[in-house]
């Protein structure tokens, strides 16, 4: 298997992370999204896929795009530890969390979002932060009930999940961005369980043979 | 079952779309997204849904919210017409299609969004449009892309799936937004031939009791 990413990227990270916990073996290609203008925009990857973003999973015949598209897919072609543990309705507490942060949050303070707001509409470097902070409250907030009302050792109760694999990458972020955690006492104490497990401590920025200082 | 939901949100939308494919009985529970500051923001509703946005599913003890959340839910639970045909690498394409919208698109033009644009930001109304315009052209162009490879009489192949549902909301947002469909031919075909599904023409938001003009 092969997958296309980018060391910093949320979504290549939440890819890695369910690669590692599947045991999958994948040859790990580096897409850099900001060197040459984006090598995301470039022909070659563009054919493979065309939002242009990372990442892709090349398996055989099979491309598939999309995090948590990849993320199902290899639960439903590579069972083992799954994924998406449990009945529907833990499934749908598990992806309903996931999208919370992966389709409320992630899409709002991506590179080509903060890309626009300086470019497009000359959003000062402050305005860029006050943004980035006005969503991070807003979904954390949310998060963190949704914490409460179902975590355990994990997000979702005591298995290890894809919900999991979606707050990982949005903490590091948001330490990235410098956002205060300190409002979000159960994220925080999920999160330092997650960070420590050995198949997402492998899957961290980095670690990754692209990665930068 | 109840749905809460909003006749113009293209969530809700893709929730009812996917109720009336499955022929499932529900009580739909308007939430009105503006009057009183937005009823999403009530403390009823937010114990339902941390995220105070909609649409929400109640299914007995179950309560679902994203709708691509609840449709995956729904699939598992009420088998039947599937949402999500075929094999392990058809429904990734599926959901990767589903995801390029739902979770690219919608999450950038939603109304908090452009609330945060007109207030926080001070953009002007043409900033706005240019912000919708940009959105829906990156968006709109890789779909194209995807439907000249994988539609068939819909958007993955000859069976109509998620990737439908999700596609038929954003064509009703682009409509009210005024955004120009000329350079999507394939995207127009498909959807013509979506429109006049019966189950996707009930789920229109004009035909919903909270319909306004």
Known sequence: MELYGYWRSSASYRARIALNYKRLDYNYLPVHLLNDGGEQHKQAYKQLNPNELVPTLVDGRNVVHQSLAIMEYLDEKYPGPALLPGKAANRAVIRAMSLDLASELQPLINLRVQQYLTKQLGVSDEGKSAWLQHWFKLSFTAFETSLNDNAGTYCVGDEFSMADICLVPQVYSAERFGIDLSDYPCLREVYGRLSDL????????????DAEN
């Open 198 to 209: 050995p198949w997402v401590a492998a899957a961290h920025p980095s670690k990754q043979p």
